[in-house]
């Protein structure tokens, strides 16, 4: 039986195929939301959805040789510069930084200024991939910002997998920042219609749905 | 500390229901897993620990369809064991939804299984499970396929040797304890988290609140498995909303015989008991 409510057009959200990650958790999200995933490659479909999520599991040097190899680069630039909400997340969020010393010196997208570098070459002592669920603690919390993710409390735990982190040139860009093993890190940031998370929301129960809900509704 | 303690619930699974026996023996049906795994889901669990606990003996991985179904509407990490051999298997399991495998007789029976998958999936992928007995000479030995086979390596060691070939968590379960609610061996837990650099997460025993926080206490352990304390605390839930049809033997859950040593306590209340002891958990907010 067709509804009103099922005839609506339903937001298309792109989630970015590029042979790197477990992008099923991020799916299966997308459609409980309600929202319709396109899991592609394609550039046409990628530019005419409502908004794309760059996920990422892996190493940052394949990660970008995948991007190039499959004409990525061009795409989500465009994308970005579209004003559509877009999304990186973990290894997909420190693909938009200048560059990244994980294993080699690699070009990342270049989409924000600054590095991503590795805990351990902070100290030895840090155990890495961090893993597990961590506080994310608001940066701004002056009461005359207007917070992009209102729904987001401050000191909320959210979902972590990862061995490097992003240095941010730019400290207005940092949304949340988190404490590992006595260092705070740039958790995420978000300027305009671009936000980046280093934590999974997928895997971070209600509460990180309840954000991918607050980035893609209209 | 800054990453959370992660309250774990394992569902053992034997075809398509949740079971659960004592010392790992003795297997009880007590319902759909789906339901139990809805419920912790919404009480706030930070993990699911999924175990099929006839896999090995039967050579087979039943889980996958399990996995695939829970990984659409439950968004927490997802660890599943049993009967894992191959890289396929995992490889497998990760596309249907798991994000982290536990091996435990393959791993024994071939440890380089350890480091190959390890470098392929990443260390934090793979989780080795350790079935620990005491033996008369205080000793605690690593068994497989339910505690029913020795494999004649100290857990100690064992635990060790799987940190270096490449394991991101070892899982350990304290067999002569499983089951029953009468806590946990803290001394043995303290020697191995002692040994580790990476995640130990604890399992076999815990039967009340109490149990929890004295084993955090005195050893900072990255997680707790629990299943019968939950699984109860879930029936007895599922009954007063008139939801549970036990497709087993359910006989013994309503003698309640063996559940005298155990807790009615929900993830949700033995989080506010912990979040009440400063104990750094994740606070979440429930659906009651």
Do not use: D, L, Q
């Given at each position: 039986m067709l509804t009103v409510e099922s005839m609506k057009e339903k937001i298309k959200i792109a989630i970015i195929d590029y042979n790197m990650s477990n992008i099923f958790s991020i799916k299966n999200a997308i459609d409980l939301l309600g929202f319709e995933s396109l899991v592609t490659s394609d550039k046409k479909e990628i530019l005419m959805a409502d908004g794309a999520i760059l996920p990422g599991v892996g190493s940052f040097p394949e990660a970008m040789k995948h991007l190039y190899d499959r004409k990525l680069i061009n795409p989500i630039e465009s994308f970005i510069s579209s004003g559509k909400p877009f999304l990186g997340i973990c290894l997909g969020f420190q693909l938009m930084f200048e560059e990244s010393n994980e294993f080699e010196n690699t070009m990342g997208l270049g989409i924000f200024n600054g590095k991503v570098k590795n805990f351990q070459d902070i100290s030895s002592e840090i155990k890495v991939p961090h893993v597990g669920w961590n506080f994310v603690s608001k940066n701004n919390t002056q009461s005359n910002y207007k917070d992009p993710l209102p729904k987001l409390k401050n000191k909320e735990h959210f979902y972590f997998v990862h061995s490097c982190y992003v240095d941010p040139t730019e400290e207005d860009i940092v949304y949340t920042t988190t404490e590992y093993s006595g260092n705070r890190f740039t958790s995420s940031v978000i300027s305009n219609n671009i936000f980046g998370f280093q934590f999974h929301p997928e895997k971070s129960g209600p509460e990180g749905i309840g954000l991918l809900n607050e980035i893609f509704k209209k | 500390m800054s990453v959370a303690v992660r309250i774990i619930p394992k569902l053992d699974i034997k075809g398509p229901n949740l079971v659960k026996g004592v010392h790992l023996e003795g297997l009880r049906v007590l319902g759909k897993p789906e339901v139990f795994a809805k419920y912790y889901y919404e009480q706030g669990a930070d993990e699911l620990f999924y175990q099929d606990v006839v896999a090995s003996l039967y050579g087979r991985n039943s889980l996958q369809e399990i996995i695939s179904k829970t990984a659409k509407e439950i968004f927490i990490p997802l660890t599943v064991g049993g009967g894992i051999r191959t890289i396929e298997d995992i490889s497998n399991l990760l596309r249907a939804g798991a994000d982290k495998v536990s091996i435990n007789t393959a791993a024994i029976e071939n440890p380089g299984l350890i480091t190959e998958a390890s470098n392929i999936?990443?260390?934090?992928t793979i989780v080795v499970s350790i079935e620990a007995i005491k033996q008369a000479d205080g000793r605690y030995f690593a068994f497989t396929d339910n505690g029913r086979?020795?494999?004649?390596?100290?857990?100690l060691s064992w635990a060790k040797e799987a940190e270096l070939l490449g394991a991101g968590e070892i899982v350990i379960t304290l067999v002569d304890s499983e089951g029953t609610g009468k806590g946990f061996d803290l001394e043995i837990i303290k020697k191995i988290s002692n040994s580790l650099s990476i995640p130990l997460v604890v399992h076999g025993g815990v039967g009340n609140n109490i149990h929890v926080y004295d084993l955090l206490s005195y050893v900072p352990v990255s997680g707790i498995a629990i299943s019968s304390m939950f699984h109860y605390n879930t029936i007895h839930h599922l009954r007063d909303l008139g939801g549970y049809e036990a497709e087993g033997n359910i006989d013994f859950l309503k003698s309640n015989r063996s559940l005298s040593f155990i807790q009615n306590t929900s993830i949700g209340q033995l989080k506010d008991y912990l979040i009440e002891k400063n104990v750094n958990c994740r606070k979440h907010e429930r659906k009651n």
């Open positions: - | 999936f990443g260390a934090s086979n020795s494999t004649g390596k100290e857990i």
